[in-house]
């Protein structure tokens, strides 16, 4: 399985960033996806999931700010996301999910990209 990130980069706070991730090696469709991230000196934190027939699920700190899509086509997932502040600085990382289970979203967490670094600073 093979995840490959883009999209991060410097953005000031209110600012907007939209990532994408193409995966191979799997399924696409069948496949429910995940973003997490992991910002400096803290553990991974789960932000969003996508089922297969495109249900999604929040973390608290992000949800009506960050939009998860997907499309099968491409076998691409993306996060929007809106009104970013200096907390959301992490590195974002796409993973594949065994099951869509928003109740424990980090149980299923399988394959893991090498991620894309978002920074919000003034």
């Known amino acids: 399985v093979r995840l490959v990130e883009s999209g991060g980069g410097l953005v000031q706070p209110g600012g907007s960033l939209r990532l994408s991730c193409v995966v191979s090696?799997?399924?696409?469709?069948?496949?429910?996806m995940a973003w997490v991230r992991q910002a400096p000196r803290k553990g991974l934190e789960w932000v969003s999931s996508i089922a297969r027939a495109g249900s999604t699920s929040y973390a608290d700190s992000v949800k009506g700010r960050f939009t998860i899509s997907r499309d099968n086509a491409k076998s691409s997932v993306y996060l929007q996301m809106d009104s970013l502040e200096p907390e959301d600085t992490a590195v974002y990382f796409c993973?594949?999910?065994?099951?869509?289970?928003?109740?424990?979203?980090?149980?299923?967490?399988?394959?893991r990209g090498q991620g894309t670094l978002v920074t919000i600073s003034a």
């Open positions: 993973a594949t999910l065994r099951a869509y289970y928003p109740a424990e979203p980090l149980r299923f967490l399988e394959a």
């Open positions: 090696g799997v399924t696409f469709s069948d496949t429910p």
